[in-house]
């Protein structure tokens, strides 16, 4: 009896464990379909190559001129309009590549392991000015703008003002209604961009309606007030823009009267995730020229890059490169898959920024005395570093948002 209880179980046993390997194999299966986050699409590893190229064979040559003159060559700025990566999400009917945001991504980061002035340059231009006109624009404003955009038009995003920095409720730049216009009056600070481009987003307070966005052109008329000089990124102009009663039709208000703001903390999650690739790229690049040098140097008879103290080091930065990146590109898909990526953003820009800084500065010691020239140009990628913990949102504001999200899910 035993013996056939024993032999009517076996069939149900192994109907189940068979029924378990089913089950593996097939998760094993899905598993083996999900794509890691160094797949990229055919097009997106074609515009890697293409920018790196032109980053390269374009940019490079000039990088160390336009440090030094803290002027962006006119000729680069054609380069990427010519190139096509100032319209790199815009669609195809606006003159756009209609490519993707990680696409974007990929362009802020091959731009920035040549010279982040660049890179940013690009980075301002397409997450923060084109998106905005897509997302937001009515469909006369994106047929207005977005061709002029993706074809030689420069556009900067004036949101900074003296006191509104971290704190963009304390806009003090006012927007009066005039009949069919908008009178504005105030002053924005540290504006990207600024000394070069023709199209100006300009967030202005409306008072108890809120904050209004109003694109105008260069033409309309307003003065630099003031042109930075600056540590890092300074081929990248930062400016102060004064306006006095400069007037902005109204069918110019994007996404309607008192909605600025709301765009403003929106955009800027998305423009996290270019700093992000931005500071990235930085320390990468930094990487690649410090490195080398390490295993063509020798001292006591050996590469110094081979000594235990200094490779252990290089391979730390290498972690921390690797690990800047997975963040970076796991906020990217999550955009693009229409995910929430608001944290995934504020740890991608906060930790790139870290990484930035803590690779740059360990190249110079890397390379020693010719580190600290500017020939190699390995100090520069130091003194661009500085600025990712600033700008789009200062590290204590990324981690103030990371904290939030961490109370919220566990308290």
């Known amino acids: 009896m035993s013996v056939l209880r024993a032999t009517s179980r076996t069939p149900t046993l192994l109907r189940s464990a068979a029924a378990a390997r089913r ?3 097939s998760s094993r299966i899905a598993r083996s379909q999900m794509m890691s986050l160094d797949n990229f699409t055919e097009e997106e590893e074609m515009l890697r190559e293409s920018v790196r190229r032109f980053a390269t ?3 490079g040559p000039k990088v160390r001129e336009m440090d030094e003159n803290e002027k962006m060559d006119p000729a680069v700025i054609k380069g990427l309009f010519d190139q096509g990566l100032m319209g790199i999400e815009t669609s195809s009917a606006h003159g756009g590549a209609e490519s993707s945001f990680t696409a974007a991504i990929i362009a802020i980061e091959e731009l920035a392991k040549v010279d982040p002035s660049v890179s940013v340059l690009c980075d301002v231009h397409n997450t923060l000015i084109n998106t905005i006109l897509r997302k937001y624009g009515t469909e006369a404003q994106q047929d207005h703008w977005l061709p002029q955009l993706a074809e030689s038009k420069l556009g900067s995003f004036c949101l900074s003002e003296p006191a509104s920095g971290s704190d963009a409720f304390a806009l003090q730049t006012r927007a009066k209604r005039d009949g069919d216009n908008w009178i504005i009056n105030g002053s924005k600070m540290w504006i990207t961009n600024s000394y070069e481009a023709e199209v100006f987003l ?3 307070n409306q008072g ?15 003065p630099i ?7 890092g990124i300074r081929a990248s102009s930062t400016c102060t823009l004064s306006f006095d009663d400069l007037v902005v039709p109204n069918a110019n208000v994007i996404g309607g009267e008192g909605r600025g703001y709301k765009i403003a903390i929106e955009i800027l999650n998305e423009g996290r995730i270019g ?5 990235l790229g930085l320390a990468q690049g930094a990487f690649a020229k410090a490195v080398p040098y390490t295993y063509t140097r020798s001292q006591f008879g050996q590469p110094v890059g081979t000594f235990q103290g200094l490779s252990f080091q290089i391979a730390q930065a290498a972690v921390e490169i690797e690990s800047a990146r997975l963040l970076t590109y796991n906020a990217a898909r999550r955009k693009e898959e229409g995910r929430s990526f608001i944290k995934e953003a504020a740890m991608a820009k906060y930790w790139s920024s870290v990484v930035a800084q803590r690779v740059a500065g ?3 010691e890397w390379a020693g005395g010719v580190g600290f020239t ?12 500085k600025i990712g913990a600033i700008y789009e949102g200062t590290s204590n504001i990324q981690l103030q948002t990371i904290a939030k999200f961490v109370q919220k899910e566990y308290s």
């Open 362 to 364: 360990s190249a110079i």
């Open 275 to 279: 700093i992000a690739a931005q500071m």
């Open 225 to 231: 007030a003031k042109k930075e000089q600056k540590l």
């Open 57 to 59: 064979e374009v940019v």
């Open 374 to 385: 500017r020939e190699t140009g390995i100090e520069k990628f130091w003194r661009d570093s």
């Open 23 to 25: 089950h593996f194999t």
């Open 208 to 222: 108890l309606q809120g904050y209004h966005l109003l694109p105008c052109h260069q033409g309309y008329g307003y």
């Open 202 to 204: 300009i967030f202005a």
